[in-house]
């Protein structure tokens, strides 16, 4: 690209900020949800993996950059303890987010605002009618200020357990956003069953009997039944 069409004058860059995030929506935006798998690998070089948009020049790096973190959807992994092929144990799920964050850095991490992960239906208790509880797709989008959209299946989920002030933190910063779904996952280092909150009537993880998953930062203790 030629200096003239990379520059400050450029006349792309005089067009109204509205007008030019249109245009970095239709270049940067996926369909479907982005993994972060690729970019988390150890035998693979440490450089972030960018949009060539992003490398233009500093004011259209800055708001394309905003763009494809904080609107496209990020796939943290899927969760599960067996042998099967793109599972991941907890331990090196948790790694993975460790080194993600790392690469991204503080100001692009900042911007994130829509997360999902799986989990292996192995990871549940057993269903009521003796087999395997399905696989589950968690997403958790900021929908406005203070406000988060948790489904689990496309389907509302229970936020009673966020501690106070976590909720209106995590859509200011995608930095505690990601960290809640960290917090969340590590419900599954131990056997889980699907039950309903009683207060906002969602669903939501309880456990038989005391739970191993306790005082963390971000969310209360997991409900016993």
Known sequence: MSSSQTSPSSPILSLPGEIRNQIWRSLVLSP????????????????????ALAFVNKQVRSEALGI????????????????????????????????????????????????SLGIDGRCYAWSDDGGISEDATYEMRVVGEGV??????????????????????????????????????????????EGECDGCGKSRLEKFGKSEVTHLPLWEDIVTC
């Open 148 to 193: 988060l959209k948790f489904e689990r299946n496309g389907k509302p989920r229970c936020l009673c357990r966020l501690k106070e002030g976590v909720e209106r933190e995590a859509t200011r910063d995608g930095a505690v956003l990601l960290e809640v779904v960290k917090e969340y996952s590590a419900s599954y280092c131990e056997t889980v069953h």
């Open 68 to 115: 494809y973190y904080s609107e496209n959807t990020w796939f943290l992994g899927k969760i599960g303890y067996h042998a099967i092929p793109n599972d991941i144990k907890l331990y090196d799920f948790h790694l993975r987010l460790s080194r993600w964050r790392t690469l991204l850095g503080p100001t692009n991490t900042r911007c994130l605002a829509k997360l």
């Open 32 to 51: 479907v949800p982005l993994s972060v798998a690729p970019f988390c690998q150890t035998n693979i070089s440490s450089r972030l993996q960018q949009p």
